[in-house]
Every structure is written in C-alpha cells, then in structure tokens.
C-alpha cells in the first residue's frame, strides 16, 4: 500500500477539516496515489473518491431525559445543591412573587366589591410596607379589623 498522507493533507485544507475525517475510497486508491496537485484532489473529491467524515458530536439525549426529571422535581437533592438557600431562592424573587400575588388578591376583592377603595389603598400601603407573610395573613388580618369595626 502507499503513502498517501500528502493526499490526506491536500484534501483536508480542499475540504476545510483535519485529516482525521478525510476518508479515501479503498477501491480509488490508485487514482488517490496519482493526484498530486489541489486541482486533482478537487476533481477526485467532485468524483465521491474523496469525502469529508460527518463531525461527531456529543449526545444531548442524557442532558434532555435528565431535565425532564428536573422539571418535575427529581434529581434536586441536597447533595446536588451548591450555594445557601438564599443563593438559589434570592429574597427578591421571594418578595416580588409575594407582592404580586396579594396585590392580585387585593385587587379581585376590590372588583368583587368585598372591600371598598379605602380599605384597598390601607391594606395595599401595609402589604407594600411587608405586613403581610402571605395573602392568607393578610385575609386574616382583614377578619380580625373587620371584627373590631362590628
């Protein structure tokens, strides 16, 4: 067999890859082992007697299927967490979830006409203010002010 390591080079730098993927057709070798210049390469690759190995890549299947159990909890034990609970669950995000859904609530009690206006603008102030844990706390907190205006 003959070296055809100068081919293999030519072919790569026509081809725009390594050497590695360069692939020679084993029944073509003897027109291969004649082509010295680029121009010969070129034709033997427009021929199918030179080709260019597709890229190998690396699998996202594992990553996808490993997602997957994350969305719906699984895989998210302690002993893969790095960081404080404050890191991964930041107290802004706790706040800004908070905020908006007592101000939604506020706002629905307000269109059903269970609280007047007033009482809207003093319990939307107290919310902003961090009164409240939750919209539950602060529905509590409006039985107890509704029990002593009675």
């Not at 030519?10 to 360069?22: E, N, W, Y």
């Amino acid at each position: 067999m003959s070296d055809l390591t100068n081919q293999k080079r030519i072919a790569a730098a026509v081809l725009k890859c390594g050497v590695h993927r360069v692939w020679l057709n084993p029944e073509r070798l003897s027109d291969i082992e004649d082509a010295i210049s680029r121009e010969d390469v070129r034709e033997l690759i427009a021929d199918d007697a030179i080709r260019a190995h597709q890229k190998k890549g690396v699998s996202r299947g594992r990553a996808r299927i490993k997602s997957a159990k994350r969305s719906y909890g699984h895989c998210k034990g302690a002993g893969r967490r790095k960081g404080a609970a404050g890191a991964r669950n930041p107290a802004k995000r706790q706040w800004i979830r908070k905020i908006r859904a007592i101000r939604k609530s506020l706002k629905t009690m307000r269109g059903e006409g269970s609280i007047d206006r007033h009482h809207y603008r003093v319990f939307y102030r107290k919310s902003a203010g961090g009164q409240f844990r939750s919209v539950s706390h602060m529905k509590a907190q409006m039985e107890i002010i509704a029990g002593r205006m009675k």
